[in-house]
């Protein structure tokens, strides 16, 4: 049995089901995150597993032990919320200390911990002050504090970064990175930035509409997504999606042509599952497995935007057959708007079938 | 030249400015100075003279200061008044918090509300009435329910012993909704989340009140204690409908005792000095309140 697995988890709240038979496992020291579009549950999901939602049906077990609908505060979870929830009218010091003090914790351990994490975070100068003369940044790591005193099995983190500027938001995320590697704890973090996703997490659990869209590593996902959604959320920027059609399947590979192509491309199996012939499918492609190629193009495009980052290019561009395409290249690519752009593909394509499934993944 | 002449445009626009704030203070402003101000300045006056509102009104100094300190009657309304400060204000502001809080976490319905704060929609003199009916000695509902339940008629209104706590339930009861719903606007104030990271700390309901309800609502309970106090200290209505000032003075507050001196005993110097020991007691006490209670800070800024 994994540290944290929730099982077949559904939230109904009146008529409207928001979190549909979700069930997620997680190992010890994980760092585990939650992403996709606002409305999908991820948060409801969180606080579920906080204890701030009362779970409808399935279970929820914590270290072996089956918290379904046990108190928050036996959960042994700490959360650090968007909003931060300080507590104004206190000190940052009695508000790291807080939860110690309610649960009668001897005075010289209090301090010690909250000096402990203090020093983690770098705010001993700031012990004294009222939230209200802390930046952004400062609160958000006081917040922080409050949750590593309490030793949790568990970190939660509801969008913690999105009050913050960009400049910030970077900064606070490399910071919870190494905190994650400094104290080795599991850490479930809610998000809808999917770079934050990329960044922080051992594996992503991608979530629409109350329901699992996939789980897997940043890497996996980037490489393999298991469906359109899923690719066109991951990766920024996205995804390329054209229109294309099945010339032929076999095992071993398929042959699919589009409008926008020069000639049917190759795409080599293994598949999951295979399309018939002449069905419509979708082709994906990332932005960086276009390369421009004038001798033998595979497509091209028309320049709209070049937008120049110093190190690399992005291109966006619209196909011969209208639709729009996203180029990302190293270097100074010198493009103007109207410019034709012949392009070569780097790797094949993702296809995904009528439904919206990856080849490469299983059908549901 | 040009500078000079700038100047002067610029010190026109600053008089036209200063006449137009002039002109939207102005409403506020008539209201003040008329129905406030000149009273007062006006009560001070009259309590320097002697005057029975036949005769020209005579100077006569400090003579009714001087008077009031050795006046027993004087001393008793002020001690009964302070005993139904006493009765009102503790209890109604601990259940009007004690309903606000319940009604936040518990129900949050407008209809529980409504029912709260109905009380308060009755005006003084007629809650009085009902009051005075309902607890009536001999025809009275709630002593006809007394003896049911084998407690025994009580004189309520009509008891020395009890007159003045009957009051102080009265007003009790037709404030307390008002108190709940200023307290209840307060604690939406408060964001939720405070509430939730204090649970996942293991706080009960008690220990979210007075850790974190509690300090928060501060600047509600400072407003709440001091217009209620002042509104306690000037009790008049409910008296006059309901007893008078009596049985035996033991309900004549200092407002029935400055009422009795103008219009009965025609003094009208003495009842303005009163009046203006009054005025003067009530700011030294909410300057106080706002001081011990750091009014004017808030922490849910």
Same mark, same amino acid.
């Given at each position: 049995m994994s540290f944290l697995t929730i099982d077949n988890v559904i939230k109904q709240f009146g008529n409207l089901q928001v979190v549909k038979g979700v069930s997620i496992e997680a190992e010890k020291g994980e760092f585990i995150v939650f992403v996709g579009p606002s409305g999908c549950g991820k948060s409801t999901l969180l606080r579920m597993i906080a204890g701030l939602e009362e779970t409808s049906e399935g279970t929820i077990s914590i270290d072996g032990e089956d918290l379904t609908h046990a108190d928050p505060a036996d959960r042994h979870v700490a959360m650090v919320f968007q909003s931060y929830a300080l507590f104004p009218h206190m000190s940052v010091y009695d508000n790291i200390a807080f939860g110690m003090q309610i649960n009668k914790v001897p005075k010289a351990e209090i301090k010690a911990r909250v000096l402990e994490a203090a020093r983690i975070l770098q705010i001993e100068a700031l012990l004294e002050r009222k939230p209200r003369q802390l930046s952004g940044g400062q609160r958000q790591r006081v917040a922080i504090g409050r949750a590593i005193v309490r030793k949790p099995k568990i970190f939660l983190f509801d969008e913690p970064l999105s009050n913050l500027d960009a400049e910030l938001r970077t900064q606070m995320r490399v910071e919870i990175a190494k905190l994650h590697q400094e104290i080795g704890a599991t850490m479930i973090y809610v998000t809808h930035d999917q770079v934050e996703a990329m960044t922080l997490a051992d594996r992503i659990v991608v979530l629409r509409g109350g329901l699992v869209e996939q789980v897997g590593s940043p890497a996996e996902l980037y490489d393999r997504p298991a469906n359109l959604f899923v690719a066109g959320f991951i990766g920024s920027p996205r995804m390329t999606f054209l229109p294309g059609r099945i010339e032929a399947a076999g095992d071993a590979e398929i042959r699919v042509s589009s409008s926008a192509f020069a000639r049917p491309q190759t795409i080599p199996g293994p598949f999951a599952h295979l399309p018939d012939v002449n069905s419509t499918v979708t082709l994906g492609l990332r932005p960086e497995s276009f390369r421009i190629d004038a001798t033998d193009p595979v497509l091209t495009a028309t320049v709209e935007i070049t937008e120049h980052l110093g190190g690399s290019t992005i291109v966006h561009a619209r196909t011969s057959d209208g639709n729009s395409l996203v180029m990302a290249t190293s270097g100074r690519a010198e493009l103007c708007p109207g410019d034709a752009l012949p392009l070569a593909c780097i790797g094949a394509p993702h296809v995904f079938d009528a439904q919206g499934l990856s080849l490469a993944a299983t059908r549901r | 030249m040009m500078k000079a002449g700038s100047n002067v445009s610029r010190a026109r626009r600053r008089r036209k400015e200063t006449l137009t704030g002039l002109l939207f203070v102005a409403p506020a402003l008539v209201g003040f100075l008329v129905f406030y101000l000149l009273p007062t300045l006006r009560a001070i006056q009259i309590s320097l003279t002697?005057?029975? !509102? +036949?005769?020209?009104?005579?100077?006569? #100094?400090?003579?009714?200061?001087?008077?009031? !300190? /050795?006046?027993?009657?004087?001393?008793?309304? &002020? %001690?009964?008044?302070?005993?139904?400060?006493?009765?009102?204000?503790?209890? =109604?502001? *601990?259940? #009007?918090l004690l309903l606000a809080v319940l009604s936040d976490r518990l129900a949050r319905a407008v209809s529980?509300?409504?029912?709260?704060?109905?009380?308060?929609?009755?005006?003084?003199?007629?809650?009085? !009435?009902?009051?005075? +009916?309902?607890?009536?000695?001999?025809? $009275?509902?709630?002593? $006809?329910?007394?003896?049911?339940? $084998?407690?025994?008629? =009580? /004189?309520?209104?009509?008891?020395?012993?009890?007159? +003045?706590?009957?009051? *102080? &339930?009265?007003?009790?009861?037709?404030?307390?909704?008002?108190? *709940? @719903?200023?307290?209840? &606007? #307060?604690?939406?104030?408060?964001?939720?989340?405070?509430?939730? &990271?204090?649970?996942?700390? /293991?706080?009960?309901? %008690?220990?979210?009140?007075?850790?974190?309800?509690?300090?928060? !609502?501060?600047?509600?309970?400072?407003?709440? @204690?001091?217009?209620?106090?002042? #509104?306690?200290? =000037?009790?008049?209505?409910?008296? *006059?409908?309901a007893t008078a000032g009596g049985p035996s003075n033991s309900t004549r507050v200092i407002l029935w005792y400055i009422y009795e001196n103008a219009f009965k005993f025609n003094k009208m110097g003495y009842a303005s000095a009163i009046s203006v020991v009054l005025f003067v007691t009530l700011i030294l006490v909410t300057l106080l309140q706002m001081r011990l209670l750091k009014a004017d800070q808030s922490d849910l800024t």
């Open positions: - | 002697d005057w029975n !509102l +036949m005769r020209a009104p005579k100077f006569v #100094g400090f003579a009714n200061y001087t008077k009031l !300190l /050795g006046d027993e009657n004087f001393w008793h309304s &002020a %001690w009964v008044t302070f005993a139904y400060v006493l009765y009102n204000i503790p209890i =109604q502001t *601990a259940l #009007g529980l509300r409504a029912v709260i704060i109905a009380p308060y929609l009755i005006s003084n003199v007629v809650a009085a !009435l009902v009051w005075l +009916m309902m607890l009536d000695p001999i025809l $009275g509902l709630v002593n $006809g329910f007394l003896e049911i339940v $084998g407690i025994g008629r =009580q /004189g309520f209104l009509a008891s020395p012993d009890q007159a +003045m706590v009957s009051v *102080a &339930a009265i007003s009790t009861w037709r404030h307390t909704g008002l108190t *709940a @719903l200023l307290f209840y &606007a #307060g604690l939406q104030a408060i964001p939720r989340h405070l509430y939730e &990271a204090a649970r996942l700390e /293991g706080a009960g309901e %008690w220990t979210m009140f007075h850790r974190i309800t509690l300090p928060l !609502l501060r600047p509600v309970l400072a407003f709440v @204690l001091v217009t209620s106090l002042i #509104g306690s200290f =000037q009790v008049f209505d409910v008296i *006059a409908v």
